[in-house]
Every structure is written in C-alpha cells, then in structure tokens.
C-alpha cells in the first residue's frame, strides 16, 4: 500500500524557517514527480511547489517564490521543502502528493497519491 507520511511541522516565528520531510513507502517515485500543497482554515488547497522525477526542474506558486526550496531524495524516496523567511500567511496544513508520471504538474487534479498533512503555524 503506498504511503505518503509528512513530518517538519510545527509552531516558529514569523522570518523563521522549518523544514518539511515527506517520506514515501509502498513503492518507488524516483521516476515520478512530486508536489507540496497546503490548505490554510475556511480555504481550498493551494499549489507550493513541485519537482519532476529527476529533480532538475521546480515550479513555485508566486507566494512563496524565493522563500521555498523544494527537493528530492530518489534513493530516499523521500522529497523535502525548505521553508525560510516564514509569514503568518504560510499557515497551513501542508500535504505531499505524488503523480504516475515524471513531469512536474501544479494542478493537484494530476496527484494520484496524497499524504494527511503536517501543520505549519507561523506567529506574528
């Protein structure tokens, strides 16, 4: 059975930084693309970031372009998002997803698998 498990959630200070691990079993992405997204209280879920399969390519949402970093480990079959510069706006529960396929997709209409979230709250 696949797996997505978050972890790197947590409380920290508005300009603070976290880091957020997704860690995957049941099966190997190394040539799948990978995604974060996050749905704050009252909103739909939103498009952070995404990487493809061999991780040379990343797509950003606007709001966090050039704060966010994401990564994978494909012999780790894990995939990471750097968090810097943190805002009280980034608060949120923060979902991996992954895809059948390795080109990189920002519509979570093309994630196949979802993890159950890590939450990020960000004090002013």
């Known amino acids: 059975q696949v797996q997505l498990a978050e972890s790197g959630g947590g409380l920290v200070q508005a300009g603070g930084s976290l880091r957020l691990s997704c860690a995957a079993s049941?099966?190997?992405?190394?040539?799948?693309?990978m995604g974060w997204f996050r749905q704050a209280p009252g909103k739909e879920r939103e498009f952070v970031a995404t990487i493809n399969w061999s991780g040379d390519t990343t797509y950003y949402s606007d709001s966090v372009k050039g704060r966010f970093t994401i990564s994978r480990d494909n012999a780790g079959n894990t995939v990471y998002l750097q968090m810097d510069s943190l805002k009280p706006e980034d608060t949120a529960v923060y979902y991996c997803a992954a895809r059948n396929g390795g080109s990189s997709r920002t519509s979570r209409n093309f994630y196949d698998y979802w993890g159950q979230g890590t939450q990020v709250t960000v004090s002013s």
């Open positions: 049941g099966r190997s992405f190394s040539y799948d693309a």
